[in-house]
């Protein structure tokens, strides 16, 4: 079992930055594949960024060049640094994590753990 908690939500103008961090608890994270996702009201949940076990990235075209995913596997700590925000990346940004062998990381049914989500408001 594996536990995950976000924070670093709220509210920012367009143009400005934030950074969500995702405690994990529980099962070695070394070994999980870990993904950002986002989901809009009235919306679906999104794709945003993957991150592999071993440190490959994968990102959204929405958010190629403005979004950072990275990992500090020492401190079981999974990180989301977005840069130059838009009024359209509002919405309510998830952590999860998929076990081996990682199979449909850009699908949020692929994944075996959740977060309860942060919010991420983009004033324009």
């Known amino acids: 079992q594996v536990q995950l908690v976000e924070s670093g939500g709220g509210l920012v103008q367009a143009g400005g930055s934030l950074r969500l961090s995702c405690a994990a608890s529980?099962?070695?994270?070394?070994?999980?594949?870990m993904g950002w996702f986002r989901q809009a009201p009235g919306k679906e949940r999104d794709f945003v960024a993957n991150?592999?076990?071993?440190?490959?990235?994968y990102y959204a075209d929405s958010v190629k060049g403005r979004f950072t995913i990275s990992r500090a596997n020492a401190e079981n700590t999974l990180y989301l640094q977005m840069n130059s925000l838009r009024p359209e990346d509002t919405a309510v940004y998830y952590c999860?994590?998929?076990?081996?062998?990682?199979?449909?990381?850009?699908?949020?049914?692929?994944?075996?753990?959740w977060g309860q989500g942060t919010q991420v408001t983009v004033s324009s």
């Open positions: 529980g099962r070695a994270f070394s070994t999980l594949g």
């Open positions: 991150i592999n076990w071993n440190g490959v990235t």
């Open positions: 999860a994590a998929i076990k081996p062998p990682y199979i449909g990381y850009a699908l949020y049914r692929s994944y075996d753990y």
